[in-house]
């Protein structure tokens, strides 16, 4: 056998891996091997979750942001955004539609907006908690105050998601504005969990200035958050933000990171990114494929869909919510999937 596989299997058994471990995999031409990291993962996703894929409805409410992360395409300083908020009547329709189509978990993500204050948050939220009492709230606005975040709990919302975005000193510096610090996104994170958030937490692949130690150190963070869920895809360019020019996370990377997750991390809800399907047609398949178990199909209004621009050639930008839905049944069933219409929760 060769020895990857047995670094593969032991990095299985152990549910971690060393930093030297990480740079085998993570350089590895032999196809074989990468082939075997992949099944290896999605075995391990299989025995937990088995054929089952969760879905869940994004609504993407406003596209205002107080903030300017250097690659984000709703940054403040891009006066080309074509802004836009939803109304609570808007997001509550969003909602209707979603349940009609068998979707139990709604994830609101918007830009941090002033506009969208804690009363306006939780009165939001228990709107969608008193209609939809059978249904997940998974909330997905930023950085913000613990007590707020008590409040959005104590109306109705169940799970957060809060990418760290980088577990790096250095590299959070340089992708964000100064006032942004990785010491307050991680303690929100701390925050959201011990309120009783289920919490997600995640990275972009291939942002500039990531490295190898800069992803190890994002591995790490995991494994000591421990979170429920775990967002990842590639940095993709945005044309009108400073990252205009860089070169854009790849596929490959993305999935043997997903597997390695999968491996180090077995229960995590994992989803297969929209990111991911707009760097290759078939990257969400692909995500599934190597250990990712969830997929987040659009449920916003077809007419603010290519506002939520936070880099270019956005996927599913032209379809209503229905198309998605089933676009995503159906390519999950042709790789021997099935997604169910539970709220999915952490197992
Ligand atoms: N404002 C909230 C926050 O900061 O968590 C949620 C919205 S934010 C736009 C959602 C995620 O989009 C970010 O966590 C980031 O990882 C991702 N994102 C932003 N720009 C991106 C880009 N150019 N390529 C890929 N992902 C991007
Ligand atoms: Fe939206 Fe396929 S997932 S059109």
């Not at 032991?10 to 990291?37: G, H, K, P, W, Y």
């Not at 002033?114 to 009492?133: G, K, L, M, Q, W």
């Not at 991911?276 to 990257?283: A, E, F, K, V, W």
């Not at 990712?292 to 919510?321: F, W």
């Amino acid at each position: 056998m060769k020895k990857e596989f047995e670094l593969i299997t032991q990095i299985r058994e152990n549910q971690s891996i060393s930093r030297e471990q990480f740079e085998t995999l993570m350089t590895c031409e032999d196809a074989q091997v990468i082939d075997f990291l992949h099944q290896q993962a999605r075995e391990v996703a299989d025995g937990i979750y088995e054929n089952k894929v969760y879905i869940r409805g994004l609504i993407e409410f406003t596209n205002y942001c107080k903030n300017d992360c250097l690659y984000c395409g709703i940054r403040r300083s891009n006066a080309k955004a074509n802004r836009y908020r939803l109304t609570k009547e808007e997001i509550l329709d969003c909602c209707k539609v979603g349940y009609e189509l068998g979707f139990r978990t709604f994830v609101l993500q918007g830009g941090e907006d002033p506009y969208f204050t804690d009363d306006r948050i939780c009165e939001i939220v228990s709107a969608i908690r008193t209609t939809y009492p059978d249904c997940a709230i998974t909330l997905s606005i930023g950085e913000k105050e613990k007590e707020s975040y008590e409040r959005y709990y104590k109306a109705g919302a169940n799970r957060y998601l809060l990418r760290h975005e980088t577990a790096d000193e250095a590299h959070y510096q340089y992708l964000h504005p100064k006032e942004l610090s990785l010491a307050h996104r991680k303690q929100c994170l701390w925050d959201l969990k011990e309120i009783g958030y289920q919490v997600g937490c995640g990275f972009m692949v291939g942002s500039p200035h990531q490295t190898r130690d800069t992803l190890y150190e994002d591995l790490m963070f995991i494994k000591e958050l421990q979170p429920h869920m775990v967002g990842i895809g590639p940095f993709i360019p945005q044309q009108d933000t400073p990252f205009a020019k860089e070169t854009a996370g790849t596929m490959e990377e993305t999935l043997r990171l997903l597997s390695i997750i999968r491996l180090i991390h077995p229960h995590v809800l994992l989803p297969a990114t929209t990111a991911l399907g707009t760097i290759h047609p078939l990257g969400r398949e692909k995500g599934i494929q190597a250990g990712a178990n969830v997929v987040m199909p659009n449920l916003s209004p077809v007419e603010v869909r290519d506002k939520y621009k936070l880099y270019d050639n956005k996927i599913c930008t032209g379809d209503e919510a229905a198309e998605c839905r089933f676009c995503m049944q159906r390519r999950m069933e042709s790789i021997g999937y099935e997604v169910v219409t539970d709220r999915g929760d952490f197992k």
